[in-house]
């Protein structure tokens, strides 16, 4: 089993930057691709970000140039840094990591963009 603990999430202003980060402990093998997702009450959860093991990465439209995902392999931890936020922006933010064909998910960390 592979644990999953979300750190940063928080209130924000338009425009501003806050950090997510994401600790993964437990029976790690070998951490593959590893990113976040967002959901917003009614709707359904999207991808915003993702890391391959190699370093390689992909981000949604809606946040390209805007947030920065990285991943710190020998903390076996991916990070999120939001810059420019949105009030769109604002949703529960899930971390989640593929290790051995499976995917385990974070417990989620809420982000609300507001003045």
């Known amino acids: 089993q592979v644990q999953l603990v979300e750190s940063g999430g928080g209130l924000v202003q338009p425009g501003g930057s806050l950090r997510l980060s994401c600790a993964a402990s437990g029976s790690i093998f070998r951490l593959n691709a590893m990113g976040w997702y967002r959901q917003v009450p009614g709707k359904q959860r999207e991808l915003v970000a993702t890391v391959t093991s190699g370093g390689n990465t992909n981000y949604a439209d809606s946040v390209k140039g805007r947030f920065t995902i990285s991943r710190d392999n020998a903390k076996n931890t991916v990070y999120l840094q939001m810059s420019s936020v949105k009030a769109d922006d604002t949703a529960v933010y899930y971390c989640?990591?593929?290790?051995?064909?499976?995917?385990?998910w974070g417990q989620g960390t809420q982000v609300t963009v507001s003045s």
């Open positions: 989640y990591v593929d290790s051995n064909l499976i995917r385990y």
